[in-house]
């Protein structure tokens, strides 16, 4: 009577993604999560290979990529292996791979990152460290 739906949040072509956004990414199809500007969300996001958020998140994410739009403002115990950063992004982060944070960007808390990569005006403050 009723039917399954898919895990996924979104599923959308990689040609179709911002180039920036999907650079490592070489699969033909990407589960992806869209957090849009006018929406908040709290809770957890899992298995989506890229997260993409433009509202209000408070939230668990475990990801391949994670994306924080310019007016993306998120919070919570993230894992990553990239971040790029162009809103606000404060909590206990952890990337395998780079941070990138955008002129704009904002990175708060906790940090640890393998790789970093800040742009004029970008800032980051908390306890930093790096992954070895």
């Known amino acids: 009577m009723f039917n399954k739906k898919n895990n996924s949040i979104i599923e959308d072509d990689v040609g179709k993604s911002n180039s920036s956004s999907s650079s490592n990414i070489n699969n033909d199809k990407l589960n992806k999560a869209i957090i849009g500007t006018d929406v908040k969300y709290k809770g957890e ?41 162009w809103g606000k992004l404060n909590g206990n ?3 395998s791979d780079t941070l990138t944070i955008h ?9 640890e990152y393998f790789n970093l990569e800040i742009k004029k005006g970008g800032r980051i403050n908390g306890e930093i460290k790096t992954l070895d």
């Open 45 to 85: 996001i899992s298995g989506a290979e890229e997260v993409e958020i433009e509202g209000t998140v408070n939230a668990k994410i475990n990801t391949n990529n994670l994306i924080i739009k310019g007016k993306g403002k998120l919070k919570g115990k993230i894992a990553a292996n990239n971040i790029i950063v």
């Open 93 to 95: 982060i952890k990337i």
């Open 103 to 111: 002129e704009q960007g904002i990175v708060l808390g906790k940090i």
